[in-house]
């Protein structure tokens, strides 16, 4: 056990609706990561949050945002969904930024868009 | 931008052979380089990483890594294999200061023969 927490495991949900994924960081951890893993795309970094501020973005689409709350915890918001917006959606979270700091993962939220 | 490529999309091996999994990057500055391991239906767990030192890094379940600089290499290695090491690999490497994103390459699955 990791100590991330995701809520929900599993998703599914109708094409154009929205739904909001929530990740608990480790105890004292104050950056969380949220990752995209399908498999046509594999393991892509969405957006990163520090103490409550957007730090780094990726592949991230308009349609989605998140934000880092300040007890810590964040969630990733999904709208207009997509049928190949399916896919498992990953937490992490580190202690702090830093190029050595290792982030550690949840246990993901499988999202499946029909 | 940093980059990290995983050449080799499945790895096969006997139980009790020795196993690398190959990685290679490409970062502007110093790289932090990191593997993580994602069983069936699981988050990715942490099994070592590279920041600086030793090029010769020991890590978790018996995995080590070898941090080859002339070649931009990062290969993870076992000495013995176990059919419990079947899973899914991944290579990550970090290197600029105000971006603390990691990137995954797009793994590599382990499949260890009995």
């Known amino acids: 056990d990791s100590g991330v927490t995701q809520t929900p495991k599993h998703l599914i949900t109708a094409t154009g609706q929205r739904v909001t994924l929530r990740c608990s960081p480790r105890s004292g951890d104050l950056s969380v990561y949220w990752y995209q893993q399908s498999l046509d795309q594999g393991l892509q970094f969405l957006i990163q949050y520090y103490n409550g501020e957007e730090r780094a973005k990726g592949n991230i689409l308009e349609r989605f945002s998140a934000q880092q709350f300040p007890d810590l915890h964040s969630e990733l918001n999904l709208s207009s969904l997509e049928l190949g917006d399916s896919a498992l959606y990953f937490c992490?979270?580190?202690?702090?930024?830093?190029?050595?700091?290792?982030?550690?993962f949840g246990e993901g939220s499988w999202l499946t868009v029909v | 931008a940093q980059s990290v490529a995983q050449p080799e999309d499945q790895v096969n091996v006997a139980e009790g052979n020795p196993l690398t999994v190959k990685c290679t990057y490409s970062v502007s500055g110093n790289p932090y380089l990191f593997w993580y391991v994602q069983y069936p239906n699981r988050g990715l767990q942490f099994l070592l990483k590279?920041?600086?030192?030793?090029?010769l890094v020991k890590g978790s379940y018996g995995f080590e890594a070898e941090f080859n600089k002339s070649q931009t290499s990062f290969h993870l290695k076992k000495p013995s294999a176990l059919v419990s090491d079947s899973a899914l690999y991944f290579c990550a490497v970090r290197d600029r200061p105000r971006d603390d994103k990691i990137i995954f390459g797009k793994g590599t699955r382990l499949h260890i023969l009995p």
């Open positions: 992490a979270s580190s202690v702090a930024q830093g190029l050595g700091n290792t982030i550690y």
């Open positions: 590279y920041i600086t030192g030793d090029n």
